[in-house]
């Protein structure tokens, strides 16, 4: 299909300071884990971007020297040989693909916890990091001669930079990072030239811009992406107040080419980063449109918003917000949304959900990886590309029972590499269990998981998909005449209250009746009685929380009761955690963390603390130690009871299929595996990897187990950078 006209403006070459992207697509930084100790999987991953017209690609936050070290998450680094070495190999991978790198030079002063390097870090006035309030992490009251060795980090990192082969050095002034210390009153609280006034306190971002232009402002494009309003706090920066003035500040002075624009701060970056459950594409306009007005035609502006549609980035562009398409996660989603907008080929595009678990990977200190797009992350480890599959060299059919996503994903795939594939499900739509995830308050954008794998498999003419057919028996599966079985028959909520916490039912918890309720139940429209419910959540992520909002949409005096130390307690990690409380006080949705339930009859939920045993261990009595156990109990009045607190495998229809192997030759099945839920119960991006990894390694010799992957560490015995007994650079300013 040929491009939309009104969309070649996306793809115009756009200039600032001595560089010119090739369109007006911005990779900008984002975190994955993956930093300079994991430089193959950095520059495939990068790389790949590349190849997908992304014009420019950039690091996540580079940190500039080990007073700025964020271990245990990894960030990339440039302080040394060794990371201008690794990065190098970026920077490699982009250009081979006509893109220009980026690299965003990170130091996090009071909010570095320092726990790999043990260096102190600077910064403004001395105060504790309100991000790691637990931690004991402190900053070192900056004094003149220490701003100007902190200015001479950011230019030695530039300069390596430079060496590595990089295009662009972004100075980030965002996430509360060194420059927003001293630019914001809540953590300035010096009375020299660099506190006080608006003016004093730009002054060290100013400087730290003016230095770099000096060193290689010819060569490099010098940039910074800012964040026009920190949204939390009464002291922070507004974008109405200082946030558009500070812009203007540092506009007059000649020293940026180019600005790239969000809100949020470090202690909630979420709000930069906001999921799909609490915001909308391009959710920052209101406060980031006026700096393009300010900056003028010559200086271009970068804006995100989770920019999926090439119309709506269009409007960015045509109503004057900015000039160039900044993305995170759609172009982790879809490393080539670029080249199918050129093409034409929107239909194609695997949009963003917004879910993010690519973030909450790193904020588990883990690699990222991507529910919609499986690769992500793989490109060097296994070799794997988001848009191209090896033909298989040995055809055959395929049944795959259970088309939720798994199945559907493990479907594709195959279909994409030439097998005949035949997708069956007893349910007259697509998408298992996600059909109904898709129906929960806020998670609409989720059921995009379900319509882009629907359209691919539409274009699939090997591809057989067959619904409403009911639940498939052993005899059937064995009949059906397919070489190979592949089973995804998914999961379901415990209908008694079997949880992580005791693992065993709750007493009197049994869905069969009226009063007690599963997530599908509900879904499906069994009545919920009474007007007083206690939603019971074991899984700690969106589940329980969004049949809290059900059901107090409806009237319910709702209860959210956990056993996790708070509530929807992985949402710290999606950075929804303060936005899902801060729903449940606006709907008055009461919670208890740290309890479980004992038993429930109608009308009274009874729960147990989970620490009410004694702290100190005894002789119970003689030649018998432990706690002092306690039987108290807590009761809640309850009329009904939601029941979030396990998913059990539909593992049935794979285990009776496995006890009858010695059938399987005289019905001509060779093999049969199992994939997503039905295997383990795992978050959605692990399903969806599950059914794609089969498929990729389906000509392995045991395609159910994952082939090795590469491990990408030091090796004993071989150089490393630095050596024990090496210089330390020098940063002081004589």
């Known amino acids: 299909m040929a491009r939309n006209p009104k969309h070649d403006i996306l793809l115009e070459p756009i200039g600032f300071g001595p560089k010119v992207s090739r369109n007006r697509f911005w990779q900008t930084s984002h975190c994955t884990g993956y930093g300079s100790e994991r430089p193959g999987t950095q520059a495939r991953f990068r790389g790949m971007k590349a190849e997908g017209g992304w014009g420019v690609v950039c690091t996540e936050f580079c940190s500039i020297h080990a007073e700025s070290d964020e271990y245990p998450w990894h960030s990339a680094r440039l302080w040394d040989q060794g990371d201008i070495i690794n990065l190098g190999y970026m920077c490699d991978e982009v250009h081979r693909h006509q893109s220009l790198a980026g690299v965003q030079l990170w130091y996090n002063g009071m909010h570095s916890p320092c726990l790999e390097s043990r260096e102190v870090p600077r910064g ?33 990192a530039a300069q390596r930079a430079e060496q590595a082969g990089f295009d662009i050095v972004e100075v980030t002034g965002s996430d509360s990072t060194l420059p927003m210390q001293f630019l914001e009153r809540r953590y300035n609280r010096r009375t020299d030239r660099y506190g006080g006034s608006l003016a004093n306190r730009s002054r060290f971002y100013i400087e730290v811009m003016a230095a770099l232009k000096r060193a290689v402002g010819d060569r490099l494009a010098v940039t910074t992406r800012f964040e026009t309003d920190t949204i939390n706090g009464e002291f922070r920066v507004q974008h109405h107040d200082e946030g558009l003035h500070f812009v203007e500040l540092m506009h007059r002075e000649g020293v940026c080419d180019l600005w790239a624009v969000k809100i949020g701060d470090y202690e909630e970056w979420g709000e930069d980063a906001g999921s799909s459950r609490f915001r909308q594409t391009n959710w920052m306009r209101p406060f980031v449109s006026h700096v393009k007005a300010i900056v003028g035609p010559a200086v271009p502006v970068v804006s995100n918003g989770r920019f999926t549609s090439p119309d709506d980035m269009v409007e960015a562009l045509r109503r004057g917000q900015c000039d160039i398409i900044g993305a995170a996660r759609p172009s982790i989603a879809d490393p080539f949304l670029p080249a199918k907008i050129a093409a034409g080929r929107l239909e194609d595009i695997r949009e963003c959900i917004g879910c993010n678990l690519c973030v909450s990977r790193m904020q588990q200190q883990a690699l990222l990886s991507c529910t919609q797009n499986p690769t992500s992350g793989e490109e060097y ?21 259970g088309a939720g996503p798994a199945g559907m994903e493990c479907a594709m795939v195959l279909g994409k590499r030439g097998y005949t594939v035949h997708l069956r499900d007893c349910a007259p739509e697509l998408g298992g269990h996600w059909r109904d995830v898709a129906r929960y308050p806020r998670c609409s954008e989720f059921g995009r998981v379900i319509s882009y794998r629907q359209a691919q498999l539409a274009k699939l003419r090997n591809v057989e998909v067959q619904l409403g057919v009911g639940p498939m028996t052993a005899d059937e599966v064995l009949e059906y005449g397919a070489d190979r079985v592949v089973v995804a028959t998914g999961a379901h909520w415990s209908t008694v209250g079997l949880g992580a916490e005791v693992h065993r039912p709750i007493h009197g918890a049994d869905a069969a009746r009226g009063s007690v309720l599963t997530p599908e139940q509900i879904m499906r429209g069994k009545e919920v009685p009474g007007e007083r419910v206690v939603v019971l959540d074991g899984e700690g992520y969106f589940t329980g929380i969004a049949m809290a909002e059900l059901l107090a949409d409806r009237g319910k005096q709702v209860t959210l009761v956990t056993n996790m130390n708070d509530v929807a307690e992985f949402s710290k990690y999606t950075m929804e955690l303060a936005n899902n409380k801060r729903m449940l006080h606006q709907k008055h949705i009461r919670h208890l963390t740290n309890h479980w339930a004992h038993a429930f009859e109608p009308g009274r939920l009874a729960l147990f603390y989970l620490y009410r045993d004694s702290a100190e261990l005894y002789e119970l009595e003689p030649g018998r130690w432990g706690r002092r156990s306690s039987n108290a109990l807590v009761y809640l009045d309850c009329d009904a009871l939601v029941l979030v607190t396990s998913r059990v495998p539909n593992g049935e229809l794979y285990a009776q299929l496995k006890s009858r192997r010695a059938e399987w030759p005289k019905n001509a099945v060779q093999a049969v595996y199992r994939i997503g839920d039905c295997h383990a119960p795992r978050q959605i991006l692990n399903a969806i990897f599950d059914g794609h990894r089969l498929a990729r390694e389906f000509d392995s010799p045991h395609p159910q187990y994952p082939l090795p992957f590469i491990r990408e560490r030091q090796v004993w015995g071989h150089e490393t950078f630095p050596k024990r007994g090496d210089a330390r650079p020098r940063v002081e300013v004589s």
């Open 124 to 156: 403004p006035s001395g105060l504790p990091s309100n991000v790691f309030p637990e931690r004991a992490v402190y900053d070192a009251t900056a004094d003149e001669d220490d701003i100007k060795a902190i200015i001479n980090m950011y230019v030695l």
């Open 381 to 401: 480890r296994r070799g794997w590309h988001p848009e191209q599959f090896d033909q298989t060299a040995n055809p055959c059919s395929v049944l795959v029972v």
